[in-house]
């Protein structure tokens, strides 16, 4: 990836200028199935670029999932600069949200207490919801139900790749329910910077003058859009490595979490495993991170090899997995040890 960055031809991309940023952007159009494309710095940034694009008018809503990336982790951006109002629904299991409660919640235009909704927001995989996939039938029903009442569809795909590996389909089979797209670069893929949003060329046009307001317009960029097109051409397959690391690790708990930590295989569909603490108040999340991120020197005796394992708290119970390009497989061998060892430890 780095040597596809070095000597890559470059331009002003704010002035169109740029060659490999306009390549990025043709290509990412073509993989989306839509008429223009837009590089982004990241992924909150493609989010509030795309819903302030298409909320132009005051007072306008957007309706999505509570455990949606957009309402919960993107500072309320949506609030704090797009004065967008949110209208959150609760996401079940599978990290759909209810379409009767959708369609329950889209007010009444001609009502004047009301904020007008405008936009729908998804997200896939749901990285809240464990890397789930949501599956095309549920875009399908939130097309329709849009098309019935004039709104537009917004996805927060910062990992639709890894979705589409996951369910062997083309992520155009995704975006053809959706009027907009968002994906980053730099997860999975494994680039240091960068996300695209993907609309018809209006909308592309539209989002570029808010990019810029925000401070987002970039000039030789093709740096960063080099290290893209490089994860486009070779590192969309190997996806499914990471998927498969990371069933490897929930099984690890499920076969030792014991009567400490439990994981519910079903819900591993990509490169996230969450697994839940059973006993918060003799380990909690805080405390299992902790331990995973040291070496005994009992452990390093029994398992002959020092290992941390790098995890999230995601709430007192919950802790994140995530694997990526940068994990070998002998990384993973030694993060299945290393769990193994600290969840018999812990039920001891
Ligand atoms: C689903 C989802 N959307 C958007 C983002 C934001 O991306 P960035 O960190 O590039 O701003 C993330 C980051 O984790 C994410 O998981």
């Given amino acids: 990836m780095f040597e596809a960055m070095l000597g890559v031809e470059v331009g ?3 002035m169109f200028e740029d060659p490999t940023v306009l390549e990025l952007q043709r290509r990412c159009a073509e993989l989306f199935n839509k008429e223009d494309a837009l590089f982004i710095a990241t992924g909150t940034m493609g989010n509030l670029v795309s819903a302030m ?32 109002h949110t209208n959150t629904l609760t996401n079940r299991g599978d990290g759909t949200i209810d379409i009767t409660e959708v369609r329950e919640n889209i007010r009444n235009p001609d009502d004047d207490h009301m904020p007008r909704t405008k936009l729908i927001c998804m997200e896939n995989s749901h990285n809240r919801c464990g890397g789930l996939v949501i599956p095309l039938s549920h875009f399908q029903e939130v097309r329709q139900l849009a098309d019935e009442h004039g709104l537009v569809v917004h996805l927060d795909g910062a990992r639709i790749l890894n979705a589409c590996i996951a369910q062997g389909v083309a992520a155009k089979a995704y975006t053809g329910y959706t009027d907009s797209v968002n994906m980053c670069f730099s997860k999975g893929l494994g680039a240091p910077v960068g996300s695209i949003i993907a609309g018809t060329a209006d909308f592309c046009r539209a989002a570029r003058k808010v990019r810029k307001a925000l401070g987002g317009g970039m000039r030789q960029v093709g740096v960063l859009a080099a290290a893209a097109l490089y994860a486009l051409d070779n590192n969309v397959v190997r996806l499914e490595d990471d998927h498969q690391r990371a069933k490897q690790l929930a099984k690890a708990i499920k076969e030792h979490g014991g009567h400490m930590a439990e994981v519910n295989m079903d819900t591993v569909h990509t490169n996230i495993a969450y697994f839940k603490l059973l006993k918060k108040d003799v380990v909690n999340a805080a405390q299992m991170v902790e331990r995973l991120n040291q070496v005994t020197d009992e452990e390093k005796k029994m398992l002959g090899f020092s290992a941390i394992v790098q995890t999230l708290a995601f709430s007192e119970t919950v802790v994140r997995l995530v694997c990526h390009i940068n994990n070998s497989t002998e990384d993973i061998e030694m993060a299945v040890a290393k769990l193994r060892y600290v969840l018999e430890e812990m039920n001891q």
């Avoid at 909320?55 to 309320?76: D, P």
């Fill in 12 to 14: 002003d991309d704010v």
């Fill in 53 to 84: 694009t298409h909320c132009t008018e005051r007072g306008q809503e957007a309706i999505m999932g509570k455990s949606n990336h957009m309402f919960l982790y993107e500072v309320g951006g949506l609030a704090q600069i797009a004065g967008i």
